[in-house]
């Protein structure tokens, strides 16, 4: 009786959906409140946010208080002699000081201040664009490693149904050979395939474990039982079918190339607030004091004095004119520079990787069509060669040698077909991601072929 690779395959399969199994979008929710790498986006995000405030901080009124209390000790007169002849040693007394100070001041003109807000504005805007860019990458990369379990999945699926089918070859070929009908290399062919294919089913359980441990990673909990793919995929071709299109799109709305365009803008405000270094700075201050000094003297009848100070308010502008600090601004001024063309090179880089990126998945995505139904047309090919195969061995035209091969064909085109499938659906979401477009509409689409 000869044994159907695809249906025991299929068999096989199957038997751990009979349990509920977790699909894209929980893996992706899981992610969403576990993913480390998302959560280190948003504190940096929000951590460079508070130089913005802190930058703004240097332009509004800067309000300070001193209040400060010191005494002095007062050295008395020589020591002398009374009538009886006794040393007496006079007493010694203290001078205290009290003074209290308040100062307002306000930048009125102060060019390098204002460029450097702007200059926190950009670089936040381009930590928000580097979040945004995480957040994308985070359907992706949840996407990958879900995908990525399912093809690993089915490849120990197809290995185990390799490996019962070779286990049986090589039970007809010992039968066979006890009759006297085949060789003893017949049978140690047989055995040789069947050892391989069991060293491939343990290399498929480790490789499937280690994907469920990818998977686990980003989402921080157990990856046991997924979803998968249903049997029939729309093969539908990206919208727009036009590259140039996409690549437009992903020039204009990559938020990778988005960031790099705000650090641009920040290296050129930062340019603005070193050549700034070279002009005058006005600023406002308001000060009021007001202090007390007092004696007192020693001993236990120590009489006070005191005298009270008057308070004392000072207002006036300040004008500072740089002149030379040593070259310092003017290297300030060339190194901002220097960090502006480096933020124009980077900005370059990413632009043409994203741009060879979106074309490299909009041309997979189109061949994907063409290669899902050539690999399933393949599996379908493979399957009946093996028969035939298996068939004419029984009858003596062929050799076991030719079962084994035929047999092979089979599980490696199973492998492909599992492999094509997924990266078809894979391909497309990575083409949306590298134009910007991605979101939880796309993993919505994505979740409703599982089964």
Not at 311 to 337: D, E, H, M, N
Request: cysteine-free.
């Amino acid at each position: 009786m000869r044994l159907k690779l695809l249906t025991v395959a299929l068999a096989l399969a199957a038997s751990p959906m009979l349990v509920h199994a977790e699909d894209l979008l929980d893996a992706y929710r899981q992610a969403r409140a576990n993913d480390p790498v998302l959560s280190q986006a948003d504190s940096t995000r929000l951590s460079v946010g508070e130089n913005v405030v802190q930058s703004r901080a240097l332009l509004l009124p800067q309000v300070s208080a001193q209040l400060s209390l010191n005494q002095t000790q007062i050295a008395g007169p020589t020591p002398s002699t009374d009538a009886a002849g006794n040393i007496v040693t006079p007493d010694t007394g203290n001078s205290r000081n009290r003074s209290l100070n308040a100062t307002v001041s306000q930048s009125v003109l102060d060019f390098s201040k204002y460029a450097n807000l702007k200059a926190a504005h950009s670089t936040a805007d381009a930590q928000t664009a580097t979040y945004e860019a995480a957040v994308q990458q985070l359907s992706t990369r949840v996407a990958t490693a879900y995908f990525n379990v399912l093809t690993n999945d089915d490849a120990l699926t197809f290995a185990k149904a390799n490996e019962q089918a070779l286990a049986r070859q090589l039970e007809q070929a010992q039968q066979r050979f006890d009759v006297g009908l085949s060789a003893i290399t017949d049978v140690q062919d047989a055995k040789a395939q069947h050892d391989s294919a069991v060293a491939s089913v343990i290399t498929a359980e480790n490789t499937l474990s280690d994907a469920r441990e990818a998977l686990t990673q980003i989402t921080g909990k157990p990856a046991d039982n997924l979803k998968k793919l249903r049997e029939q995929l729309p093969m539908d071709a990206p919208a727009p079918n036009d590259a140039k299109a996409w690549v437009d799109q992903a020039v204009q709305h990559n938020p990778t190339i988005l960031a790099s365009q705000f650090s641009v803008e920040s290296a050129e405000h930062s340019i603005s607030a070193a050549r700034a270094g070279h002009l005058p700075t006005i600023d406002a201050t308001a000060q009021y004091g007001k202090s007390s000094t007092w004696n007192e003297n020693g001993g236990l009848s120590s009489v006070a004095r005191a005298s009270n100070g008057r308070g004392q308010t000072t207002v006036g502008l300040t004008l500072s004119v740089p002149i030379f600090s040593g070259g310092a601004t003017q290297s300030r001024v060339r190194q901002s520079i220097y960090d502006r063309d480096s933020a124009q090179d980077s900005l370059e880089s990413t632009r043409r990787q994203v741009v060879r990126n979106t074309l490299n998945y909009f041309r997979s995505v189109v061949a994907g069509i063409s290669k899902v139904e050539a690999t399933k047309a393949a599996v379908e090919s493979a399957e009946s060669a093996r028969d035939a195969t298996q068939a004419g061995f029984e009858v003596g035209t062929r050799t076991i040698v030719d079962v084994l091969i035929a047999q092979q064909n089979l599980t490696q085109s199973l492998s492909n077909y599992s492999q094509a499938r997924h990266q078809f659906i894979l391909d497309k979401l990575l083409l949306k991601q590298n134009a910007g477009s991605v979101d939880i509409k796309d993993l919505e689409a994505i979740n409703s072929l599982l089964q």
